[in-house]
């Protein structure tokens, strides 16, 4: 599976924004799909996933209730819709595809990765 990030940009604080992911190959249906981000001078950290047929869906603490994943099997597709975006949301935003079947949190259980895009929020 190949993953494209797109979607980043420049936002005022309490603006919103929609990242998504594309992916190409046979299998995407199949697969957990995450987000991750990587703020300057810190670690990733993962900030969002779904299940392979969406059905699940889990956020962490800091962005629940202002980002929702979502994804299109159809098209090979995923989302981040990013409301009430915060300063502290800026960040390199990278998607992610594993197989374990579950809601993972962790980098290592993913075994592709897509660039990440640039979201800056201005305060």
């Known amino acids: 599976v190949q993953l494209q990030a797109s979607g980043g940009g420049l936002v005022q604080a309490g603006d919103s924004l929609r990242l998504s992911c594309a992916a190409s190959g046979r299998t995407f249906s199949t697969e957990t799909m995450a987000w991750f981000r990587q703020a300057r001078g810190k670690e990733r950290e993962f900030v969002a996933a779904i299940t392979s047929s969406g059905n699940f869906a889990y956020a962490v603490n800091l962005v629940k209730g202002r980002f929702a994943i979502s994804r299109d099997n159809a098209k090979n597709t995923m989302s981040l819709q990013m409301n009430s975006l915060k300063p502290e949301d800026t960040a390199d935003y990278y998607c992610?595809?594993?197989?374990?079947?579950?809601?993972?949190?962790?980098?290592?259980?993913?075994?592709?990765w897509g660039k990440g895009t640039l979201v800056t929020v201005s305060s």
């Open positions: 992610a595809a594993g197989q374990s079947g579950g809601l993972d949190t962790l980098e290592y259980e993913y075994q592709f």
